[in-house]
């Protein structure tokens, strides 16, 4: 069993940074890939990025390509998400998973088996 945590959320002007966090519990956290995804009021879930389990292989949705860095520390059990050049479309609650079968290239379309989530961190950026 997974929990998984996020953190890092929060109010900020167009063009600004934040740092997503997400700590996962357990001790076999370097197996399991892990990413996050988010969802607007009124949109569908959406894809925004995916790391394997050593850090070697990322995957962006193309909203976010060239403005998101996910990253990983196993050491400390955490996933980062850095976003840069903040946009108002950005606004969504981002969601963190994880998942030990999926490669990080199958989330965005297999999104419904990745086996744990966490509950969510409010992203609101204004214009």
């Known amino acids: 069993q997974v929990q998984l945590v996020e953190s890092g959320g929060g109010l900020v002007q167009a063009g600004g940074s934040l740092r997503l966090s997400c700590a996962a519990s357990?001790?076999?956290?370097?197996?399991?890939?892990m990413g996050w995804f988010r969802q607007a009021p009124g949109k569908e879930r959406e894809f925004v990025a995916s790391i394997s389990g050593s850090g070697s292989t990322t995957y962006y949705g193309d909203s976010v390509k060239g403005r998101f860095t996910i990253s990983r520390d196993n050491a400390k059990n955490t996933v980062y998400l850095q976003m840069n050049s903040l946009k108002p479309e950005d606004t969504a609650v981002y969601y963190c998973?994880?998942?030990?079968?999926?490669?990080?290239?199958?989330?965005?379309?297999?999104?419904?088996?990745?086996?744990?989530w966490g509950q969510g961190t409010q992203v609101t950026v204004s214009s």
């Open positions: 998973a994880a998942d030990q079968d999926l490669l990080p290239r199958q989330w965005v379309s297999k999104s419904r088996l990745l086996g744990y």
């Open positions: 357990g001790r076999t956290f370097s197996r399991y890939a």
